[in-house]
């Protein structure tokens, strides 16, 4: 795997010649976490898309650039607010697509390996509409976690999960995408704090820097200092209303 570069994003969204965000300037660091909050429909999702090469529903004019001034292209691993599962595939066979799509050979041991990790070595032959709302997302993230990108764009790929669930997801993901460059697009403060080495909230008008803690991630979410930063990132966020 190539080192990951950091991001740089600058420019103005606009749909149907209506500004929708920007002028904003964001920098995501190499090897790190960005966390991306800010209310809905603000344009996050645009933003990861737009990072990701997909087509949104404006027009960008601005730049996005890496650290090492090479292409985003074939760099990316992309993990969508809808699971995108295909629906006549297994549990086993969607997590081993990207591979199937490339006409590569899957590692299927290491495809089980994470499902087994994501909790779901029962249930490899399933098909999607034989899962829960919980289970499809962590198929989603079990096949996003098989690509071995150095730039992950993750959009709530924990939203739909209960707490203790979401508490371990959080800490795989950490755990496997440790020196990628991630950008995890979140409505939950307490994610954020939890696993952002950078904190972005996204305004109309602006990417704004919110201050994290010293301590690196992946941070207790109980200690005082987490649970302060967790609060004060809230009450801004409802301020901004
Ligand atoms: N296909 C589309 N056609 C027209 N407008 C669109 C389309 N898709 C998104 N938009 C608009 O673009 C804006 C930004 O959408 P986006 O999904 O990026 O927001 P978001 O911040 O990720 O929202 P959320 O937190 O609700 O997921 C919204 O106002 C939305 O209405």
Redesign the pocket.
Known sequence: MTQAPAIHVRGTHE??GVR??GPLDVRMPAGKWTCIL????????????LIAGLT???EFDGHITTSDAGTLEGRVTVMA?SDLLLPWLSVLENTVLGARLRGEDPDMKKAQGLLDRVGLSGHLDKRPNALSGGMRQRTALARTLMEDRPIALL??PFSALDASTRADMQELAAEVLAAKTVLL?T?DPAEAVRLGHQITV?TPDAAQTWPTLHIPPIRDQYAPATVGCQAGLLAHLREMR
Do not use: M, N, P, Y
Not at 38 to 49: E, P
């Open positions: 749909v149907d929708q965000f800010g209310r809905s429909g603000v344009g996050k999702s645009t933003l990861l898309r949104t529903a404006g607010q959009d709530e697009v409505h996204l």
